[in-house]
């Protein structure tokens, strides 16, 4: 009777837990089918993390509660709704918490970093970020470390500090490459579009923005929506209005995707100035209408006061941590004082032994010294090695950039080259069709100048020389507009040939003009930069480049 009774307890448990681990492996796959949903149906992603939260609440079952919490918080804030997504983070972190999963954590500090920083509270997210970061760094997850270190220097960005930004950025690219991580790499282009953009250099923003679209396949729509509205606002900040309409059309359809209201009032912004400077004003009155809804719609739904308590209760709970500290050492001082006590006892009763151990203790001394010695010697050797390295290192970096700048030269010198032979047969071809008009009016003839003239033109040319020259002298531009801001656009470019050693001949055939011209646009370059002789310029544009001997 007694066994019996035991089998009916073993299998009523054994029963529970086979059932409670089939409930929260049906919570499991309802977190994951939402995760799926999150950007491309926001409202069935919530449906189904309202399931999980109830189901995991009635199990107790921690993990689902933090999962559900977390990504119901991300749905909230694509959707411009700060305030929930803060409530959501908040309390998704306090379960982590409970049961020590600092993946978990790492992921919700980065989320209250996004949304700190959303809402100008730069030097919080900062350290949101840097609580995620160090937890992401003893795990190695590089694409979360990628994708973090793209935050902390979009808030350098914010916060105006654009070299301390750049270098994050190129980090993040590097870490990308390295790893294969093409929406990071993407993401990083696209900050730096943002940093050239608030810099006045619109040209390389739309480089940037557009590198930032082609560079990956894999980027969601609420990426996508941003990038295209980027760019569209760099169009429509030098008046290039079809190509501004374009890319505002591509943005809305990715934010209506996903129902980004934060990115939809952006967007309606910029169609209502996008119709004003056309002279519409109808259909600017009816965006600005629609901007102006949406935004006090979501004002109403965030109320970030919350936010000051959290920051408040995260503080508090950090003097706690630190006054139990305080008191475990207290506890700990008392003990070394018995310890302390009971050590000087022994010191004199062995004191009496002091006469008869001497020798020996003399002999550890000089056993002690020579090992003293011998780390001496193993620590100089030790910093002759690191000293070896560190020159190795050096010398690498100087060669590396000397073959990058041979490689801008020799690239240079090809399209100089290249330029030169389509001028040439530009020439003989109207030679050849002034001694044989039917040549001149063959479609043919037409075609040969209409393809000589599309591959010679100036654009064409820096398009290519452009990036080539970005890699070996990052920031050059930025460092010369900061100096010389009433630079044009082609005394930028001149400055760009000046600084790879082109003559006066290959400068004037890429431009298409005689040399006498360049010499005349030199001077006048010279006096704009304040140098009295135009042969000074390469070295005096050198300024502007890396110093390799600082690197």
Same mark, same amino acid.
């Given at each position: 009777?007694?066994?019996?009774?035991?089998?009916?307890?073993i299998f009523?448990?054994t029963s529970?837990?086979?059932?409670q681990?089939?409930d929260t492996?049906?919570?499991?796959?309802?977190?994951?089918?939402?995760k799926?949903?999150?950007?491309?149906?926001?409202?069935l992603a919530l449906i189904f993390?309202d399931?999980?939260?109830?189901?995991?609440?009635?199990?107790?079952?921690?993990?689902?509660?933090a999962?559900s919490?977390?990504?119901?918080g991300?749905?909230?804030?694509?959707?411009?709704l700060t305030d929930?997504?803060?409530r959501s983070f908040?309390?998704a972190l306090s379960?982590?918490?409970e049961i020590?999963?600092s993946?978990?954590m790492?992921?919700?500090?980065n989320?209250l970093?996004?949304?700190?920083?959303?809402?100008?509270?730069?030097p919080e997210?900062?350290?949101?970020?840097n609580?995620?970061l160090?937890?992401q760094q003893k795990?190695?997850? +590089?694409?979360n470390?990628?994708?973090?270190?793209?935050?902390?220097?979009?808030?350098?960005?914010?916060l105006k500090?654009?070299?301390?930004a750049?270098?994050?950025?190129?980090?993040?690219i590097?870490l990308a490459?390295e790893?294969?991580?093409g929406l990071?790499?993407?993401s990083?282009?696209?900050?730096?579009?943002?940093i050239?953009?608030n810099t006045g250099?619109?040209d390389?923003?739309?480089?940037?923005y557009?590198?930032a679209i082609?560079?990956s396949d894999?980027?969601?729509?609420?990426?996508l929506?941003l990038?295209?509205s980027?760019?569209g606002?760099c169009?429509?900040s030098i008046g290039?209005?079809?190509?501004?309409?374009s890319? @505002?059309d591509?943005?809305l359809?990715?934010?209506e995707?996903i129902?980004?209201?934060?990115y939809l009032?952006?967007i309606?912004e910029?169609y209502?100035d996008?119709? $004003?400077k056309?002279?519409?004003?109808e259909?600017?009155?009816?965006?600005l209408v629609?901007?102006?809804?949406l935004k006090?719609k979501l004002? $109403?739904q965030n109320?970030?006061?919350?936010f000051?308590d959290?920051l408040?209760?995260?503080?508090?709970?950090?003097w706690d941590?630190e006054?139990?500290?305080?008191n475990e050492?207290?506890k700990?001082q008392k003990?070394?004082q018995l310890?302390l006590?009971f050590?000087i006892?022994?010191?004199?009763?062995m004191f009496?032994l002091?006469?008869?151990?001497?020798?020996?203790?003399n002999? @550890?001394?000089k056993?002690?010294q020579?090992?003293?010695?011998?780390?001496s010697l193993?620590?100089?050797d030790e910093m #002759?090695?690191?000293?070896r390295?560190?020159?190795?290192?050096k010398?690498? @970096?100087?060669? $590396?950039?000397l073959?990058?700048?041979?490689q801008?030269?020799s690239?240079?010198l090809h399209?100089?080259t290249k330029?030169?032979?389509?001028?040439?047969?530009?020439k003989?071809?109207?030679?050849?069709?002034?001694d044989?008009?039917?040549?001149?009016?063959?479609?043919?003839?037409?075609?040969?100048?209409?393809?000589?003239?599309?591959?010679?033109?100036d654009?064409t040319? +820096?398009s290519s020389?452009?990036?080539h020259?970005?890699?070996?002298?990052p920031?050059?531009f930025?460092?010369?507009?900061?100096?010389?801001n009433?630079l044009?656009?082609?005394?930028?470019?001149?400055?760009?040939y000046?600084l790879?050693?082109?003559?006066n001949?290959?400068?004037?055939?890429i431009?298409?003009?005689?040399?006498?011209?360049? #010499?005349?646009?030199k001077?006048?370059?010279?006096?704009?930069l304040?140098?009295?002789?135009?042969?000074?310029l390469?070295s005096?544009?050198?300024?502007f480049t890396p110093?390799p001997?600082?690197s």
């Amino acid at each position: 009777m007694k066994k019996t009774i035991t089998y009916i307890i073993i299998f009523l448990i054994t029963s529970s837990l086979y059932s409670q681990e089939k409930d929260t492996a049906y919570i499991n796959d309802l977190i994951s089918r939402a995760k799926e949903k999150t950007l491309i149906d926001p409202d069935l992603a919530l449906i189904f993390l309202d399931e999980s939260y109830a189901l995991s609440d009635k199990l107790q079952y921690t993990k689902g509660l933090a999962e559900s919490l977390n990504l119901q918080g991300f749905v909230y804030f694509n959707r411009g709704l700060t305030d929930f997504a803060l409530r959501s983070f908040t309390t998704a972190l306090s379960f982590y918490q409970e049961i020590n999963d600092s993946i978990g954590m790492s992921k919700v500090y980065n989320n209250l970093g996004v949304v700190s920083y959303s809402i100008q509270k730069y030097p919080e997210a900062l350290y949101f970020f840097n609580q995620s970061l160090y937890i992401q760094q003893k795990t190695e997850n +590089w694409r979360n470390i990628i994708d973090i270190y793209n935050n902390v220097g979009g808030l350098y960005e914010r916060l105006k500090q654009y070299d301390k930004a750049i270098s994050i950025h190129r980090k993040a690219i590097e870490l990308a490459k390295e790893h294969d991580y093409g929406l990071g790499f993407s993401s990083a282009l696209n900050n730096i579009g943002v940093i050239y953009e608030n810099t006045g250099i619109t040209d390389s923003a739309i480089y940037y923005y557009s590198s930032a679209i082609k560079c990956s396949d894999e980027i969601p729509d609420i990426q996508l929506a941003l990038m295209h509205s980027n760019i569209g606002r760099c169009y429509l900040s030098i008046g290039e209005m079809h190509k501004c309409k374009s890319e @505002l059309d591509t943005a809305l359809i990715h934010a209506e995707k996903i129902q980004s209201g934060t990115y939809l009032a952006s967007i309606y912004e910029l169609y209502a100035d996008y119709y $004003e400077k056309q002279g519409n004003t109808e259909k600017a009155y009816y965006y600005l209408v629609k901007y102006k809804d949406l935004k006090s719609k979501l004002d $109403e739904q965030n109320v970030t006061g919350e936010f000051a308590d959290f920051l408040f209760s995260v503080q508090q709970k950090q003097w706690d941590k630190e006054k139990q500290l305080m008191n475990e050492q207290i506890k700990l001082q008392k003990r070394y004082q018995l310890v302390l006590i009971f050590l000087i006892g022994l010191s004199i009763l062995m004191f009496l032994l002091f006469f008869v151990t001497i020798r020996n203790r003399n002999a @550890l001394l000089k056993k002690k010294q020579e090992l003293s010695e011998t780390e001496s010697l193993r620590v100089k050797d030790e910093m #002759k090695n690191k000293e070896r390295i560190s020159q190795l290192e050096k010398d690498k @970096l100087e060669s $590396e950039i000397l073959h990058k700048e041979r490689q801008l030269t020799s690239l240079t010198l090809h399209l100089v080259t290249k330029n030169e032979t389509l001028q040439e047969i530009n020439k003989n071809m109207d030679q050849l069709s002034d001694d044989m008009t039917e040549i001149k009016s063959h479609k043919n003839a037409k075609k040969i100048h209409s393809i000589i003239k599309m591959n010679s033109t100036d654009e064409t040319i +820096w398009s290519s020389f452009f990036y080539h020259f970005e890699q070996v002298y990052p920031g050059f531009f930025m460092a010369l507009k900061a100096k010389h801001n009433k630079l044009t656009s082609g005394e930028e470019k001149l400055c760009a040939y000046i600084l790879t050693n082109l003559n006066n001949k290959e400068i004037a055939h890429i431009f298409g003009i005689s040399e006498a011209s360049i #010499k005349v646009k030199k001077n006048r370059l010279a006096k704009k930069l304040n140098i009295e002789n135009a042969a000074d310029l390469n070295s005096y544009l050198r300024s502007f480049t890396p110093n390799p001997q600082n690197s």
